[in-house]
């Protein structure tokens, strides 16, 4: 049985636990707030993009054509898996491996690729067979800018000189502070816009320079968007799990320090109970 400065010890200790874990929460409380910001900005703008995509697609008298359209046979696939580079957050991580395991299953060795961004998802994958070609990490669950151009510009030079011939995308949207999905998008090739004959037929726009022209010059800003959006989604699902982790961990410590203080005090009123009872004793015992 514990003594009572085992459990004086004891209490402390999960008293610094609980400060640390509201701590967390209330700086991850912080970030989900920005990092919803930063989905509501780029929601919008990729949207827009896909309907200026179909728009051109519908004011041009041939069929347009991009290197990032090609479908060719699938000899090497690409997987990108945007997990988080820390871990305290619930079963974030832990949903995107066992879907990223689900979707290698059964796929020869020798066919696939990993591309892993977040240090979580490289720790897991390092120790495996499965060939890891690039990692990203250090993110610090902040959308950068800079480091998706570099992650962007990696995946379609593969594409390009036909390193690879499908790329992969497994992320988490996020759906709100408690609830996100996990995705599986393909990201490249790009799926041509769909364009129904009568809408081509009523749309007469004078595009300066062709719409071919601005074709090239758009696909590589909307390849840069369904990245930045996959890692917005990703970066705010994930401090919206760490968000509800801690908050759940310190209602836990907080639970467990009223029934170790309880313990405490009948350990400390039995003591003291027995003391007595012993001069108690003792005096009669002289007594007699």
Request: charged share 25%; net charge positive; with cysteine.
């Amino acid at each position: 049985m514990p003594t009572l400065r085992d459990v004086r010890k004891r209490i402390r200790s999960i008293i610094s636990t609980r400060q640390i874990t509201k701590a967390m929460e209330m700086v991850a409380a912080s970030k989900l707030r920005k990092a919803q910001l930063k989905v509501l900005q780029v929601r919008p703008y990729s949207e827009k993009l896909g309907h200026i995509l179909e728009s051109l697609s519908a004011a041009s008298t041939s069929e347009l054509i991009h290197p990032f359209f090609e479908k060719r046979p699938v000899k090497k696939q690409t997987l990108v898996l945007i997990a988080s580079d820390r871990g305290l957050c619930g079963s974030f991580n832990t949903n995107l491996i066992r879907k990223s395991r689900e979707w290698l299953e059964g796929k020869a060795k020798e066919q696939v690729e990993l591309v892993l961004i977040g240090k979580k998802g490289f720790d897991f994958y390092k120790r495996r067979p499965w060939e890891v070609v690039g990692k990203f990490n250090d993110w610090s669950g902040n959308l950068n800018y800079e480091k998706a151009r570099q992650v962007v510009d990696f995946l379609t030079n593969r594409f390009l000189n036909g390193q690879t011939d499908e790329i992969i995308i497994l992320y988490t949207q996020f759906l709100s502070t408690v609830r996100y999905k996990v995705v599986e998008a393909r990201y490249l090739p790009v799926e041509r816009p769909v364009v129904d004959k009568r809408q081509r037929r009523y749309l007469e726009y004078i595009f300066e320079p062709s719409p071919e022209g601005i074709f090239s010059n758009l696909m590589p800003r909307y390849a840069l968007t369904k990245m930045v959006t996959a890692l917005a989604d990703s970066f705010a699902s994930e401090h919206g799990t760490r968000m509800i982790a801690m908050g759940a961990a310190t209602g836990n410590a907080g639970e467990m320090i009223d029934m170790l203080t309880l313990q405490y005090k009948k350990s400390r009123q039995a003591a003291i109970t027995k003391e007595l009872l012993e001069i108690v004793s003792g005096a009669e015992a002289l007594k007699g």
